[in-house]
């Protein structure tokens, strides 16, 4: 059996739809906060089990018989990730689930800037300590975010960045389709597998990019990480929300995003799609 959290989210639901190409409904379950928003996953035979990291005492039962469990991570910027994986692991032990298989992301270490990193990377070492079989797909950050990261750009000409650096933006597709080949393979990975695009372009190399996408030229603004801040809160957005993005670009200036992996490529069986090819699409 295995058992797919976050099915009613992009990812997890990518993984479910990928799976059922090569595995009968009856040997899936998706274990979700909100049985009423799987209902398409129902309709195809898939067991529909209630489970919410918030709530600990529904998830070994959403959880049992799991030979593999894929575990979505938190999803909720303002949650305390660490406390509901923990709650997750817990569950998985108790469940003796076969292998843990987590979203992780690349550059997952306890002093990343951008907070999730430093979660990913608690859940990794709580994944260790638990004595499950455990395999960590540490995603390359999602491509398809460069259309709000960049802002306005297709107007105003200009990529305005609190931080510069390479970052190996990698289709949530293509990570999806990874993790279900990964789940379907005999051959198991353990621990950490970082699974990202080929290539990892700065945010100039993005503009040359877009420059051509678009036929006119497209420059990049590096600004004061703290005026960023401030123009983003007169924005209106929450100086919380502002700050966590802000993590994306200082991590991406430290290099935590910078590495390269042919992984992705490997189980893929081709190229994985490239920032030309999100851009592409936020033009077209
Ligand atoms: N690599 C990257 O660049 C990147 C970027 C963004 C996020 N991520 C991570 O990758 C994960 C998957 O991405 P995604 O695009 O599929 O995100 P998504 O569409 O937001 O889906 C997240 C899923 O997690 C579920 N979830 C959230 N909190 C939960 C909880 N307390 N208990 C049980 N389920 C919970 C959500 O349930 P509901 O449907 O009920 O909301 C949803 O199904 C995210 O959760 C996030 O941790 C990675």
Do not use: I, K, M
């Given at each position: 059996m295995i058992v797919i959290t976050g099915a009613t989210g992009a990812l997890g639901g990518a993984v479910v739809d990928h799976l059922l190409k090569t595995h009968a409904p009856e040997r899936i379950a998706v274990a979700v906060r909100d049985p009423q928003k799987a209902q398409r996953f129902a309709d195809r035979g898939i067991e529909v089990r209630h489970a919410d990291y918030a709530e600990p005492t529904s998830l070994p039962?959403?959880?049992?018989?799991?030979?593999?469990?894929?575990?979505?991570?938190?999803?909720d910027p303002a949650a305390d990730a660490v406390a509901l994986h923990r709650n997750a692991v817990d569950a998985a032990a108790e469940a003796r689930v076969g292998r843990v298989l987590y979203t992780s992301h690349q550059g997952a270490h306890p002093l990343?800037?951008?907070?999730?990193?430093?979660d990913h990377a608690a859940t990794e070492w709580m994944l260790q300590e638990s004595g499950l079989a455990w395999t960590s797909l540490r995603n390359g950050f999602y491509a398809h975010s460069l259309a709000w990261l960049l802002g306005p750009w297709q107007q105003t000409g200009v990529m305005t960045v609190p931080g510069e650096g390479p970052v190996s933006w990698t289709a949530r597709e293509d990570a999806a389709e990874a993790a279900a080949a990964i789940i379907a393979s005999e051959a198991p990975h353990d621990g950490p597998i970082t699974l990202t695009a080929g290539h990892a372009p700065t945010f100039a190399e993005i503009s040359s990019t877009a420059s051509e996408l678009v036929g006119r030229s497209i420059r990049v603004s590096v600004v004061d990480p703290e005026e960023w801040v401030a123009s983003q809160i007169a924005a209106g957005s929450p100086e919380g929300a502002?700050?966590?993005?802000l993590g994306i670009y200082l991590a991406a200036a430290e290099g935590y995003f910078a590495g390269v992996d042919p992984s992705l490529r490997t189980i893929l069986g081709r190229e994985p799609r490239t920032v030309r090819d999100v851009l592409g699409d936020v033009v077209a």
């Open positions: 039962t959403a959880f049992a018989g799991a030979d593999q469990l894929l575990l979505v991570s938190s999803s990343n800037p951008f907070a999730p990193g430093r502002a700050r966590f993005t």
